[in-house]
């Protein structure tokens, strides 16, 4: 098949739209891929939803008007591709992730989107994971395993969004789960400080210095202590703001910068990874990457090295979950999110 898949991640930056060749095992080939940044006011309310999810009913004006306008931009990202597809991958924006309250919250109405693009969509690709006691998360290490076939193991795949996962790839297991922050505390500090999306390219964090008792307070987290598999709201580093508010603004970057990569260092790995692909927004960031080459022996290279399009794999692993769910084929596995059993999951909406 020949799938548009769609992922609008947890740093609020956009929609990515990727078409991926598949028929949910063998990935037999790749299309064309964009990125349609949200406009300012959508990314704003998109923001204020995070902090006003566990409140939200699904009848609030505002909840109604963003998904909308968020479907609508999804569809123009699909026509923005202007590619042959046979069907729809669609994520949704995550606003509010509670595994351990068996919630998961990704808005996105999939019917309209099918009526948009004239084409069947596959979407809710968490839900009965995380009602049957999975974490919901990470749902990428599928994908990753397909496209690593004949690379050197034991491989770690780690992406940087605004939440960081990682996929650890052995000779026959496969294990995966949140690390920590990835993006997020970076933009939402750069947001808030200075009025900037983001750290661009890392040059704030770069010319900063971490503080170290900070940092110590980070990752003395509790979710740190937890086993793999596992997974992260968003907003459950929030109070990391508080921490660094009186650091200068380049330490306060370096802190944070420094605290993604740390936490990835922190993840109970099976065996130590022989090498580390960096996936995501954050492998453009020079700070993050300079202080996982510090953290690990072994090498650490952007996804690029192996031919893959960082920018457009997360896009891509949604249409090859798409796949798995016109074919009933699980979306997750113990190892990857901690479901009971190989989790078949999503529904698809016709146009």
Known sequence: MRIVGLMSGTSLDGV?????????????????AVTLPYPAALRATLRTLLDRAPALKPDDAELRDATRALTLHHADAV????????????????????????????????????REAGLPVAHDFRTADVASGGQGAP???????????GLERPLAVLNIGGVSNVTWIGERDILACDTGPGN???????????????????????AGTPHEPTL?????????????????DRQDFA???AMVETLAPADAAAT????????????????????????GGGRHNTAIMGALRAAFPCPVEPVEAVGWNGDALEAQCF????????????????GTTGVPHPMPGGRIALP
């Open 139 to 149: 749902l990428v290490p599928l994908y990753h395993a397909a496209l690593a076939a």
């Open 216 to 232: 110590a307070a980070l990752l003395a987290h509790e979710f740190f202590k937890r086993p793999a598999p596992k997974s992260l």
């Open 184 to 206: 997020a505390l970076l933009d939402d500090y750069c947001m808030r400080q200075l009025g900037e999306p983001m750290d661009r390219d890392g040059r704030l964090a770069a």
């Open 319 to 334: 249409a090859y979950l798409a796949a798995r769910v016109h074919r009933q084929l699980p979306l997750s596995i113990p």
């Open 239 to 241: 109070h990391a703001m």
């Open 79 to 114: 026509r923005a591709l202007d590619a042959r597809a046979d069907m729809i991958g669609f994520h949704g924006q995550t606003i509010l992730h509670r595994p351990a309250e068996r919630r998961t919250w990704q808005i996105g109405d999939a019917a309209l989107l099918a």
């Open 16 to 32: 990515d739209a990727a078409v991926l060749e598949t028929d949910g095992e063998r990935v037999t080939g790749a299309g064309p």
């Open 256 to 279: 944070l910068a420094a605290f993604t990569a740390r936490a990835v260092a922190a993840t109970p790995w099976p065996a130590p990874p022989a090498r580390l692909l960096v996936t």
